[in-house]
């Protein structure tokens, strides 16, 4: 693949839905909802945009606490998904297609979410630049969520072959961590219905010191990490929860 393009088309699809429901359960979104309210201590009427909403499961359920949600994406097939559920529920999210390195709206949102591992997915410029547009897109007060995996963790615990099995079907995804680069490199095999499906792509791992000093030279301050159930962050923390202000 080349080392820097991410085609999302050959991953976010139907099969990544089929295999990540198991994992995706209501119980997960409601421990990782009530966090997100906690730790961004978000009060009535505030407006929030989830960054790479997905299908919506996280969007949807702070629109039925009451806050003013948007959710961007850029896989359509996600976000027809996401409206579907918001519509069966009776809550309103603003669905929009677009990308995360170019936002509309400046200066509107309370907060920004960017859960589940959705940061890293390009260059380190655009990185950043996904950072940039973030912070441009808050209010000053505002606080940046992002929710990634811990690259400690990561490290003590690869394992370079997984097999995921739902009713005789079979997701094997092959990982390769590269320590020039820290990113790791997957390819995805979907065995599924008698049909053979391969998909391509790369996330870019962070220590909580590179991104921290990522998001303070960006102009945020006040940068903390917490781990997946609102601890302090540990080395031996799975997720990692990075909480960035805007101050001015």
Not at 33 to 40: E, F, G, K, N, T
Not at 118 to 123: E, I, L, R, W
Not at 209 to 224: A, K, M, S, Y
Request: some cysteine; overall charge negative; aromatic content about 12%.
């Amino acid at each position: 693949m080349d080392a820097n393009t991410f085609d999302g088309n050959s991953v976010f699809e139907d099969d990544y839905l089929y295999f990540y429901e198991t994992l995706l359960t209501p119980e997960r979104t409601q421990h990782e909802v009530d966090l997100i309210c906690r730790l961004l201590d978000l009060q009535p009427g505030m407006t929030i945009l989830d960054l790479a909403c997905g299908h919506g499961r996280i969007a949807n359920q702070l629109a039925a606490r009451g806050y003013h949600v948007t959710g961007l994406d850029s896989t359509a097939f996600f976000l027809e998904k996401a409206r579907l559920d918001a519509e069966r529920n009776g809550v309103k999210v603003e669905y929009i297609q677009g990308d995360m390195r170019s936002l509309p709206n400046c200066d509107r949102f309370n907060c920004i979410l960017n859960c589940f591992t959705a940061f890293g997915y390009f260059d380190d410029d655009e990185n950043r630049s996904c950072l940039a547009q973030a912070y441009d897109a808050l209010k000053v007060g505002g606080k940046l969520l992002i929710d990634i995996r811990n690259l400690s963790y990561i490290l003590q615990n690869f394992t370079p072959d997984l097999v995921t099995e739902r009713d005789g079907n079979y997701m094997l995804t092959r990982d390769r961590y590269d320590a020039l680069t820290n990113r790791t490199y997957s390819e995805r095999i979907i065995i599924r219905d008698g049909q053979v499906r391969r998909g391509e792509y790369f996330v870019r791992n962070f220590t909580f010191p590179e991104i921290r000093d990522w998001l303070l030279q960006t102009g945020f301050t006040e940068v903390e990490g917490y781990g997946y159930d609102g601890e302090p962050l540990a080395v031996d923390s799975r997720r990692m929860i990075v909480i960035a202000n805007k101050s001015k």
